[in-house]
């Protein structure tokens, strides 16, 4: 089992900034893709950007590409998304997520939110406009 915990999120302004980390607990030693998804009221949730286990390869959405960046830290087992320009579209409860995975890259394979094993709790953002 993994445990996920979702934190950063809050209130910003219209073209502001916002880094969300994800921190992951239990079984760890396994090899994990993980990604970032949204969902808005009354909206499916959307996937966001996705990581491979070794941190070398990333995929964003092309609704946040060139404005928002997923990255991880293995040793600290978190995982992070900075998110900058944002839009008010851009407001949305943020999940994390972790699919047991041995390939190192990501693609468009990583936006299916039904493979993920585990989910965090998410974490509210907003953006005013």
């Known amino acids: 089992q993994v445990q996920l915990v979702e934190s950063g999120g809050g209130l910003v302004q219209a073209g502001g900034s916002l880094g969300l980390s994800c921190a992951a607990s239990g079984r760890t030693s396994s090899t994990y893709t993980m990604a970032w998804f949204r969902q808005a009221p009354g909206k499916e949730r959307e996937f966001v950007a996705a990581?491979?286990?070794?941190?070398?390869?990333?995929f964003h959405a092309d609704s946040v590409k060139g404005r928002f960046t997923i990255s991880r830290d293995n040793a600290k087992n978190t995982v992070y998304l900075q998110m900058n320009s944002l839009k008010p579209e851009d407001t949305a409860v943020y999940y994390c997520?972790?699919?047991?995975?041995?390939?190192?890259?990501?693609?468009?394979?990583?936006?299916?939110?039904?493979?993920?094993?585990?989910w965090g709790q998410g974490t509210q953002v907003t953006v005013s406009s």
């Open positions: 997520a972790a699919k047991r995975d041995i390939r190192a890259f990501v693609s468009s394979w990583a936006n299916d939110a039904r493979q993920y094993d585990y």
């Open positions: 990581i491979s286990w070794t941190g070398g390869n990333t």
